[in-house]
C-alpha cells in the first residue's frame, strides 16, 4: 500500500541556517510527489511537486526538493531559514485510486532567533 | 481572488446537530475533495467528487453527505454530530489530469 513517512515530527533551526526535512514514501510505480505547507489556522498550500524529469525540483519561497529513487526520498531543503518559515510541512505522494493522494503526518519547523 | 474558499471558517454546535460546510473553487477545476484533519494534524481523505460524480467513499459514518451541485461547488452535509466529529475540514480542488491539490482554509468544527 502506498505510505508516507516523515520521521521527524519537531525541528528546531536557528534564523538563517539551512534546513532540510526528510520524507520517504512507498509507491509501486513512479510516484508523483509534493510538499505542502501549512502555516497556524491556514489551508495547505503547495510548496512543489515532482512529477518526472529533473530530481531536483524549485518551488515556491526559495524551497527545493530532491527525488531520490533508490532512496524512496523526496526530501525539502532551504538554504537560508527565515522566521516566517515557522510552520507545519506535509509530503504527499500519489496518486492511487480516484487520484487520491496519500499525505505523511507532518513536521513542525520551529525557527529561533 | 480567493481559488478555494470555505464557509464557515468557524462552526460551533452541540452534538446530535445537523450541520453543512459550502466549498466553492473558481478554478475551474474538474476534481474536488473533502479531508479531515485531526487533533494530531493528520491528514485523511474523506470524498473526491470529479464533474459532480463520486469517485472516492473512503470509511466515513453514513452521517457524512456529499453534494456536488454543479463541478464548482462540494458541500458537506454531517447528521447527528458527535464529539468525535470535531477537527478541521478542509476542500481541496485539482485540474483534470494533474494530481496536485489546491486547498481551501478550512473549517473548524467544534461539537460540544
Known amino acids: 500500500a502506498q505510505s508516507v513517512t516523515q520521521p521527524d515530527i519537531h525541528i528546531t533551526v536557528s534564523e538563517g541556517a539551512s534546513l532540510e526535512l526528510r520524507c520517504n514514501y512507498s509507491?509501486?510505480?513512479?510516484?508523483?510527489l509534493f510538499w505542502y505547507v501549512q502555516s497556524p489556522g491556514q489551508g495547505l498550500q503547495l510548496l512543489l511537486k515532482?512529477?518526472?524529469?529533473?530530481?531536483l525540483v524549485q518551488g515556491i519561497k526559495g524551497f527545493e526538493a530532491e527525488f531520490k529513487r533508490s532512496q524512496s526520498s523526496f526530501n525539502l531543503r532551504k538554504p537560508s531559514v527565515h522566521w516566517s518559515d515557522a510552520a507545519e510541512y506535509f509530503c504527499?505522494?500519489?496518486?492511487?485510486?480516484?487520484?487520491?493522494?496519500?499525505f505523511g503526518a507532518g513536521t513542525i519547523l520551529r525557527v529561533k532567533s | 481572488d480567493t481559488a478555494v474558499s470555505q464557509t464557515p471558517k468557524y462552526l460551533v454546535t452541540q452534538m446530535g446537530n445537523d450541520k453543512s460546510i459550502k466549498c466553492e473553487q473558481n478554478?475551474?477545476?474538474?476534481?474536488m475533495y473533502w479531508y479531515k484533519q485531526d487533533s494530531k494534524k493528520f491528514l485523511k481523505i474523506m470524498f473526491s467528487?470529479?464533474?459532480?460524480?463520486?469517485?472516492i467513499n473512503e470509511t466515513v459514518p453514513n452521517r457524512f453527505s456529499p453534494k456536488s451541485p454543479d463541478k464548482a461547488h462540494l458541500n458537506l452535509h454531517i447528521n447527528s454530530l458527535e464529539l468525535g466529529d470535531s477537527a478541521v475540514y478542509f476542500c481541496?480542488?485539482?485540474?483534470?489530469?494533474?494530481?496536485?491539490?489546491?486547498f481551501g482554509p478550512g473549517t473548524r468544527l467544534t461539537v460540544t
Open positions: 481541496a480542488s485539482s485540474p483534470q489530469g494533474s494530481y496536485e491539490q489546491y
Open positions: 509507491y509501486g510505480a513512479t510516484p508523483y
Open positions: 515532482y512529477f518526472s524529469g529533473d530530481t
Open positions: 504527499a505522494v500519489g496518486p492511487t485510486y480516484g487520484n487520491k493522494l496519500v
Open positions: 478554478l475551474g477545476h474538474d476534481t
Open positions: 467528487y470529479n464533474n459532480k460524480e463520486l469517485i
